[in-house]
């Protein structure tokens, strides 16, 4: 079957409504028909509930290509609960970057695992 590129965002808010995850998964095609794909993982935070949310890190990640079927079922099925509370520790160390106490290497590392939670 012939590669078709697509894009799909899914947000986790928490319930307090003051954090929102966007996990963006991108997948685009090779010209040897092979898929690559990449999670665009943003963090946003608002002062309060029903506050704007203002972005505090954004960070694009390539995905390993042994996840790409992770990432294909999760693009098409959406996230798992386990999976957003894997958002929700990427959301911590997205938090802990923008504070220098973490580096873009944890917080691929965390989204990445968001695919395989």
């Known amino acids: 079957m012939p590669c078709t590129p697509f894009s799909v ?29 990449t999670i665009h993982f943003e963090l946003d ?23 790409n079927a992770s990432a294909a079922t999760t ?3 959406g996230l798992t609960p386990s999976q957003t509370a894997q958002a ?10 923008s504070q220098g106490t973490a580096t873009n290497d944890d ?3 965390d989204a990445q695992a968001v695919l395989t939670a």
């Open 88 to 97: 929700l520790v990427a959301g911590d160390t997205a938090k802990a970057v």
């Open 45 to 67: 935070e608002a002062a309060s509930a029903g506050a704007t949310f203002n972005e505090v890190v954004k960070l694009d990640i390539s995905v390993d290509p042994q996840n």
């Open 107 to 109: 917080l691929a590392d």
């Open 75 to 77: 693009a098409a099925n």
């Open 9 to 37: 965002d899914l947000e986790v808010i928490t319930p307090d409504q003051l954090k929102k995850i966007t996990f963006g998964l991108e997948k685009a095609c090779n010209p040897n028909n092979t898929e690559t794909w």
